[in-house]
């Protein structure tokens, strides 16, 4: 029993970190095809519907929304929210405070690891309307926040979550392209990052709180019983008998 959950923890394992080798073969996909030039037509045209939305009448509303949702997004508001979450889960189990602190600080340096390679400058074809001092290829708020609410998502296992992880990631990587920074295709790319990333690190997501207090009254009870016992109450009956 025990070497066939090694073989299948194994098996999971290999799984998780083909899926971030295949997001990172995609990433250097799009990287070599914004360099030939093969997204000019994609990018372009969409940040030029940023510009023309950005100078309509609702414009200044929509720059406002987008300004606050890239600063929530941004570095300080995504850990500021992390240490939120920390002291939350702190108080129901330490694994998973761990495990959330793991994701998002390695998501963090595996986007800054490939900012520094690639070291794309940032689009200028609007005007900024965000300070940035760092490379543009992929974007880090896009990375960030698919890893940040994609693993809050998983922590908390239920599909209303997903929804609105799925809606918070969004509108943060479209706010990206509304202010001028980044292209659209930096902003997918940070995406494919973020859900290879998450993918792997699923392999060791905590189990929820009710499945590990069905473990510990199993301890608590001093009898381990196995499957077979389980269905067999003769077998436990004659374990009882044996304390």
């Keep these: ?9 194994r098996k999971v394992v290999t799984k998780g970190a083909g899926a971030l080798a295949l997001a990172l073969f995609c990433i250097f996909g799009i990287a070599l095809a914004q360099r030939h030039g093969l997204f000019d037509a994609l990018n372009i045209g969409l940040m030029g519907m940023a510009g023309r939305a950005r100078d309509s009448i609702a414009g200044s509303i929509g720059t406002a929304i987008m300004q606050m949702a890239s600063a929530v997004g941004g570095t300080a508001g995504r850990l500021i929210l992390l240490g939120l979450c920390l002291l939350g889960l702190w108080r129901r189990g330490r694994a998973r405070a761990f495990w959330l602190l793991g994701v998002v600080i390695g998501g963090m340096l595996l986007n800054l690891a490939l900012k520094q390679g690639f070291a794309a400058p940032r689009p200028d074809l609007l005007p900024h309307l965000d300070m940035v001092d ?24 239920r599909r209303s979550t997903y929804v609105a992880a799925g809606l918070a990631i969004a509108l943060i990587g479209i706010s990206r392209v509304w202010l001028g920074v980044h292209w659209p295709s930096d902003v997918l790319a940070g995406w494919i990052e973020g859900l290879g990333w998450l993918v792997l690190c699923g392999v060791w997501l905590p189990a929820r709180r009710g499945q590990d207090e069905g473990t510990g009254e199993a301890v608590m009870r001093g009898h381990a019983v196995s499957s077979d016992e389980a ?5 436990v009956e004659g374990g009882r008998g044996g304390d």
């Design 134 to 157: 760092s490379y543009s290829f992929p974007s880090g708020h896009a990375a960030g926040n698919m890893v940040f609410f994609g693993a809050l998502a998983m922590l908390a296992g």
């Design 231 to 235: 269905m067999d109450p003769e077998a």
């Design 1 to 9: 029993m025990g070497a066939r959950s090694i073989s299948d923890r």
